[in-house]
């Protein structure tokens, strides 16, 4: 394992190949993240049940269960867990679906392991920057807040993401704006910005959220999905990343008078 014994995540596999399942273990406990794997939807939503995992490798077609119905069986379980989703060649309109859904990501095999592994990666290592609370004004690196240049990739992505912040963005999706494949707009992206895509995206609905709550005709729940949100949890949790309270303990704090 090339973390020593550190483990920097836990992964769950789910793929009716066993050979596939086999393979990514050992490609995933290299890199120092613990696996478990699954051959059917089922046997995924049981011990999704068991356990506790960072993160969820879905393939699209399993034996016993449409995978867009085990996707669903998941956010049921657990709302906030990461999902990568595999699928064929072909499959646009059903990867459009598990986005609607609440996919994290999206592989078409065959993919790049590498490229994989770099993606759980980033992805897990989002999600415990977030929980740790670091997302905050005076941990976010300078580029955040500094004018990029317009005629620059990123600088194309960040004037999209300001622009496009309220709808689902894919990470596809800003990585063509920035004229760059997927893989490599992650990397350039937070050697720019000091910070990962989707991070930069949390942190700025968070900010518009902040704006939105000294309304007061607007409840809650309508400032979360009005700035991007998919579920009114995900919005908490990263509003309290950022601002270290609940949306409704900062409201309450900074407009006692606004009506909830």
């Not at 906030?80 to 598990?98: L, N, R």
């Not at 392991?113 to 770099?118: C, E, F, I, N, R």
């Not at 009114?232 to 008078?257: H, N, V, W």
Request: net charge negative; aromatic share 10%; hydrophobic share 40%.
């Amino acid at each position: 394992m090339e973390n020593g014994n550190k483990t920097i995540g836990r992964l769950l596999i789910t793929d009716d190949e066993k050979w596939i399942c086999e393979s990514l273990n050992l490609l995933f406990s290299r890199k120092g993240l613990e696996v478990s794997t699954a051959l059917s939807g089922q046997e995924a939503l049981s011990l999704l049940k068991a356990q506790t995992v960072d993160l969820v490798i879905l393939d699209f077609n399993l034996p016993d269960m449409d995978g867009l119905d085990v996707l669903t069986g998941i956010k049921k379980i657990n709302p906030d867990i990461p999902v990568i989703f595999m699928t064929g060649y072909g499959s646009e309109t059903i990867s459009i679906k598990a986005f609607k859904l609440g996919i994290s990501d999206y592989f078409i095999k065959p993919f790049d392991p590498k490229a994989l592994v770099d993606r759980v990666i980033e992805i897990i290592g989002e999600k415990k920057e977030i929980s740790a609370n670091l997302l905050s004004e005076n941990t976010l690196p300078p580029a955040v807040d500094d004018e990029i240049e317009d005629s620059t990739g990123i600088g194309k992505a960040v004037k999209y993401l300001k622009d496009n912040y309220t709808t689902r963005i894919s990470l596809e999706e800003v990585a063509n704006v920035a004229g760059v494949s997927r893989y490599h707009f992650t990397r350039l992206f937070k050697k720019v910005m000091g910070i990962s895509f989707t991070y930069y995206l949390n942190y700025l609905r968070v900010k518009k959220a902040e704006e939105a709550l000294s309304c007061p005709d607007a409840n809650i729940s309508e400032v979360a999905f009005s700035v991007g949100f998919n579920s009114l949890r995900q919005f908490e949790r990263a509003f309290k990343g950022s601002m270290g309270q609940t949306a409704a303990e900062y409201r309450k704090d900074k407009y006692p008078d606004t009506a909830f």
